[in-house]
């Protein structure tokens, strides 16, 4: 199994300022994934962080926007850039297991953008 | 365009009910899983399918391949499990790990 934390677990921000959100696992791993999940809405994949290189963007969401780092295989951050109420939001971090057949997700970050 | 539908929406039970939340995909897959969220935001992995049925404490989960459908059922339901659970699948070929997630199926346990 795998245990992932999440740093902060929330948070209130001003307009136009930037929010850097920190995940941590227990273990090493290949897959890591951040997600959102807008007010209401189930979750979103935002990109797929990978070590060592750039991380992989789904359609509709942009590195300027969300600046990605994975400097090892236990730790990635997300960064909100420039910030709007509708970024608004619940940001997980998530991991696939050993094998590909369990997923992990972090306890989420809630980010309330005024 | 890859489907996952979940019903009831929402779901109000009194303690001690036998529930049932259903999850239908529009077609085949390689993995089924099902989530639980709590009103805090962190999502707990309940069970991950490919075929068959799953069993844990008072949580059952089964997977029908040919009629791709997929039910969780909560025995002896109790206000403890008051969550939003949520039906996840990967599709063959979307990318080796990406999940495509249901709305999700509020449940609120009355004592």
């Known amino acids: 199994s795998a245990v992932i934390s999440q740093k902060p677990s929330r948070d209130i921000c001003q307009r136009g300022t930037s929010l850097t959100i920190q995940c941590q696992v227990d273990s090493q791993v290949t897959m890591m994934f951040w997600y959102r999940q807008q007010p209401g809405q189930s979750l979103t994949l935002i990109a797929t962080?990978?070590?060592?290189?750039?991380?992989?963007?789904e359609s509709g969401f942009v590195i300027d926007k969300f600046p990605i780092s994975r400097p090892n295989l236990t730790f990635s951050t997300l960064t909100v850039s420039n910030m709007s109420p509708e970024d608004s939001s619940i940001y997980l971090c998530s991991v696939t297991g050993a094998g590909g057949d369990t997923q992990y997700f972090g306890p989420g970050t809630r980010l309330t953008v005024l | 365009k890859n489907e996952v539908e979940q019903s009831p929406q929402n779901l109000t039970a009194q303690e001690g009910e036998f529930i049932t939340i259903n999850c239908s995909y529009s077609v085949g897959i390689s993995a089924l899983h099902w989530l639980q969220q709590h009103p805090g935001g962190g999502i707990v992995s309940l069970f991950m399918?490919?075929?068959g049925k799953k069993k844990h404490g008072r949580l059952i989960a089964t997977i029908n391949i040919q009629e791709k459908h997929s039910s969780l059922h909560i025995t002896a339901s109790h206000p403890r499990d008051s969550a939003v659970y949520i039906c996840?699948?990967?599709?063959?070929?979307?990318?080796?790990?990406?999940?495509?997630f249901g709305k999700g199926t509020k449940l609120s346990v009355i004592p």
């Open positions: 399918l490919s075929s």
């Open positions: 962080a990978n070590q060592g290189s750039e991380a992989t963007y």
């Open positions: 996840a699948v990967r599709f063959p070929g979307a990318g080796s790990y990406q999940l495509t």
